[in-house]
């Protein structure tokens, strides 16, 4: 076992009665994603020998906690959301010693390590799901996963109507061992990832293992993927509708957010308090509201989730004013922090989104107005940085970087790029990996190129150039980071006090400190609120006036 932090304490004077305390309430977590952060053997391919060695750079950046995508073993389907064996790193990451060690490195510079479980379905190359397969009709492996027999006279429909995520049936049919058509087995997403079927205990009783075996690691935590299908209802039945990925979101599924889940999650939080240091959970939880999402994080169950209502806000003040009020109002009462994001490895970098017209969603293939974009995906951070609770950055958006909206089709490698009425497929633009140096066969990322090409203008946005240089969108990012670490009237809470400001404006208060914003754009003239404690674009006061720039957020101290 790893030697473990101890858990800082924490507060702010606008924590409400029965708020719970802990370093995740207020914490600043760091995505990476393992194949593009930085490759440390040279083969093109991101690993955990190279997130080791930059870890001294998430430290000076100011995060608290590094939260790493799938390293597990896994034929990489689904860009290793296809786990083979939940507890074995995959050879293109590395080893169980170089993830140990990387814990340890980590904790040696105070920060903390989550890592990415994936419990709603396993690889098909998974032993249970191989055996499942090899023994056929009857195996008592299948009861495991959802297995069923299919529709039509000779079975040659499947079980029902559910679509994959990945587009087409969420069905496919097996053969039997003596070549004849078979049972249909379910899968949400790719048929390379078959879903687990939680009703049996065995499905239970593994994953409290695995839990186990990475607390022992010394992880601190859990990001739990898709963790609101874990449970489909009873029957499994039709939907009787079409293009359901339309509807996600939008309303309870027979196959996800069903109240059966929390049962699970309630299980695994007595795991996660029998070990010292504050270990948590994070929901991945896709819901129709923000207070279905409030019901993953009650007491006993998770600490945090993902607000993925914010994430698909526009870059607009009315609808910012009301997602962050929504949201603010549904945690409360469950004692949990409310989280904040703007970008991860399944979405359109914010740079980009906020540079295309409002509307268009969270995959955008289009580039947009890079200026504005990088002005408006400035201020949002520091809006979101402003904002009581946790937040979450998704490598490289300390740097500005865009999607690559122009990949060569056959450079892609998103799986549902290549399946029909599906996910867009171009999450591939947000994956390439970050550059670390100007120069370089891949602007530092390793010496041996990277496995998705890099513009030719990723020199000048890398870390190199824009470390130390006044104004950068990194040192943004430090000075928030730094500021939010210090300030009392940054970081955990469950309030703000929303100040009078014109149409298009945000403003508001917390204790010492106010945030002005500016979605609008043009310039508007607005009171000096105090004194400046930064801006995502200059700014200069005249008298008891300040001219807030277009798409611009000011800190102010008071």
Same mark, same amino acid.
């Not at 499942?132 to 079980?159: Q, V």
């Not at 039945?237 to 069903?258: E, R, T």
């Not at 970098?349 to 969603?361: C, E, K, V």
């Not at 130390?468 to 430090?478: H, K, M, P, W």
């Given at each position: ?141 299948? @009861? ?5 027999? $299919?529709?039509?006279?000779?079975? @040659? ?24 058509? /078979? ?45 609101? $299908? ?137 580039? &947009? ?27 490289? @958006? ?26 867009? /497929? ?17 602007? &530092?990322?390793?010496?041996? &190129? ?8 990723? /020199? ?14 990194? @040192? ?14 940054? /970081? ?67």
């Amino acid at each position: 076992m790893t030697q473990h932090l101890a858990a800082p304490s924490t507060g702010t004077s606008d924590a409400a009665p029965g708020h719970r305390t802990g370093w995740w309430q207020d914490a600043v977590i760091y995505q990476v994603y393992p194949r593009s952060f930085a490759d440390g053997n040279g083969d093109g391919m991101g690993d955990l020998a190279g997130v080791r060695d930059r870890l001294p750079y998430l430290k000076n950046l100011g995060v608290d906690a590094v939260w790493l995508s799938p390293f597990y073993a896994s034929p990489q389907a689904d860009a290793g959301y296809d786990v083979s064996d939940y507890r074995a790193i995959d050879p293109m990451f590395g080893t169980l010693l170089d993830a140990d060690a990387l814990i340890r490195d980590a904790h040696d510079l105070g920060l903390r390590i989550i890592v990415d479980l994936v419990p709603n379905h396993s690889s098909d190359q998974h032993e249970w799901f191989k055996r499942a397969l090899a023994e056929g009709p009857g195996s008592a492996l299948r @009861e495991r996963y959802h297995f069923r027999p $299919g529709k039509g006279t000779a079975g @040659e429909l499947p079980p029902n109507d559910w679509e994959s995520i990945f587009g087409g049936p969420a069905w496919t049919r097996t053969t039997d061992p003596d070549g004849t058509p /078979g049972d249909w087995y379910l899968h949400l997403f790719a048929p390379e990832q078959p879903d687990f079927n939680w009703e049996h205990p065995a499905v239970a009783d593994e994953f409290r293992s695995i839990l186990r075996f990475w607390l022992d690691m010394g992880v601190d935590g859990f990001r739990v993927d898709v963790a609101h $299908g874990l449970v489909k209802a009873e029957g499994l039945p039709d939907l009787g509708a079409h293009d359901q990925l339309k509807l996600l979101g939008n309303d309870v599924m027979p196959f996800f957010d069903q109240d059966g889940v929390h049962e699970i999650y309630r299980s695994w939080r007595t795991i996660l308090d029998e070990y010292p240091g504050d270990r948590i959970a994070v929901a991945e939880a896709w819901t129709p509201t923000v207070e279905r999402t409030a019901n993953y994080v009650r007491h006993d169950e998770m600490h945090q989730a993902f607000n993925f209502q914010y994430l698909s806000t526009d870059w607009d003040a009315a609808g910012l004013r009301k997602v962050i009020d929504v949201s603010l109002d549904a945690m409360r009462p469950v004692g949990a922090p409310t989280t904040w994001v703007l970008s991860n490895h399944d979405v359109t970098r914010h740079a980009t989104r906020f540079a295309n017209p409002p509307g268009l969603g969270t995959q955008i293939r289009t580039a &947009g107005d890079r200026e504005m974009g990088l002005r408006r995906a400035r201020a949002a951070s520091l809006l979101m940085l402003a904002l009581p609770g946790s937040a979450y950055v998704y490598q490289g @958006e300390e740097l500005g970087l865009p999607d690559v909206t122009d990949l060569p089709d056959e450079a892609r490698q998103d799986p549902s790029f290549f399946r029909a009425d599906g996910q867009d /497929g171009y999450r591939d633009g947000c994956r390439v990996p970050i550059p670390w140096t100007r120069d370089g066969s891949s602007y &530092g990322f390793g010496d041996g &190129g990277s496995w998705l090409p890099q513009p030719d203008s990723w /020199g000048e946005l890398s870390i190199e150039a824009q470390t130390g240089r006044a104004g950068s969108t990194l @040192e943004l990012y430090r000075a928030a980071l730094a500021a939010r670490r210090v300030h009392p009237g940054l /970081g955990a809470g469950t309030a703000v006090e929303w100040l009078d400001a014109p149409e298009g404006l945000l403003a508001f208060a917390r204790p010492g400190f106010v945030c002005t914003v500016n979605t609008t754009g043009r310039p508007v003239r607005i009171p000096v609120r105090g004194q400046v404690l930064l801006s995502s674009s200059p700014v200069a006061t005249d008298g008891a006036e300040i001219e807030l720039p277009a798409d611009t957020t000011v800190w102010w101290t008071v």
